[in-house]
């Protein structure tokens, strides 16, 4: 059996093993195969895996040995999957994978927005420090997480992690979602209507798929309702948020700083105007990147092909 991994540099850039795609068929990974090149590239695969390679209807109907599409992500909306299952081809996700780690930047962002290390940091090597006359030294406003409120768009198993490290130090849990379902038992916490947590939070923390009634949902309107004081971090989807608005938002002090992990368009263009906004951190979608969470993504892609060999296919999208 013949097996393509299509774009496998997105996940492993060779610190990670294959074997145990190896011991399932005869593996061939390329680090990336552009759209038009997908066909000559697998055409004689029965198995092909992707994290963000475009598997489109006019694609899969050339591919006449597929029997199994593999995602080796959790979002699985560059492949058709109408015409895969036309074909009776199955598609899996990794539905699973990375929820330590995005929940850990969480935190690093909102740490950096609240003591700005690096700058102190750098102000030390450069002498700053040593200039002073006082034993401490300080560039910025330096502020304390404990007893602030914790506003979570998007409740689910990464927004509940956030969750659950906000409370371990001393903060106040509000949730925005869709669906409210498992309250949680700690004090004082609270589900709210997205305006009333924009209002009511010190730290909002988007968490919520990109869908076409969240496409946008941050945007001037929503930034207006925050306080000054507060901080926007969005490790989630980067069309949640109405770029221009925020980098507005920030600029006249409506809001204290911003941090994203993820923009509308990556890589994000040079012209994006978050990157010349006041007190905006933006990190190169890294929120999902670490060994530990590649490691499950490609452990969870051999056992859902395993499970498929096996006749009882599992994380099944179609």
């Known amino acids: 059996m013949k097996i393509v991994f299509l774009d496998g540099n997105t996940i492993n850039r060779g610190d990670l093993s294959w074997k145990g795609l190896q011991d399932l068929g005869e593996l061939q990974v390329f680090e990336r195969t552009p759209e038009s090149e997908v066909v000559s590239t697998a055409h004689e695969a029965e198995v092909i895996l992707t994290t963000r390679a475009p598997l489109s209807a006019q694609t899969i109907a050339q591919l006449k040995r597929l029997r199994y599409i593999g995602v080796v992500f959790t979002g699985y909306d560059r492949v058709n999957l109408e015409a895969a299952r036309e074909r009776n081809i199955v598609v899996t996700n990794v539905p699973t994978y990375g929820t330590a780690s995005v929940a850990q930047l969480v935190f690093a962002l909102l740490l950096e927005l609240c003591h700005h290390v690096a700058l102190h940091s750098e102000a030390t090597h450069s002498g700053e420090w040593s200039r002073s006359t006082d034993f401490s030294f300080w560039k910025t406003p330096l502020i304390e997480l404990q007893g602030k409120t ?92 109405v770029e221009k608005d925020l980098a507005d938002a920030l600029n006249r002090g409506c809001l204290a700083g911003a941090a994203v992990d993820v923009l509308s368009s990556e890589p994000l263009s040079l012209d994006n105007p978050l990157l010349h906004a006041k007190n905006c951190i933006v990190t190169p979608h890294i929120a999902w990147a670490t060994k530990e969470a590649r490691a499950r993504l490609v452990d969870t892609a051999v056992a859902n092909l395993r499970a498929f060999l096996s006749g009882h296919p599992v994380n099944v999208v179609n």
């Open 150 to 241: 914790m506003g979570i768009v998007g409740f689910g198993q990464i927004g509940r992690h956030v969750a659950e490290i906000a409370v371990a130090m001393g903060m106040r849990v509000i949730a925005s979602d869709a669906i409210r379902k498992d309250a949680p038992t700690w004090p004082d916490f609270q589900w709210c209507e997205l305006d009333e947590l924009m209002g009511a939070a010190d730290v909002v923390s988007l968490h919520c798929p990109l869908l076409p009634q969240t496409h946008g949902i941050i945007n001037a309107a929503s930034l207006s309702r925050m306080r000054e004081t507060a901080f926007l971090i969005n490790t989630s989807r980067g069309p949640l948020v």
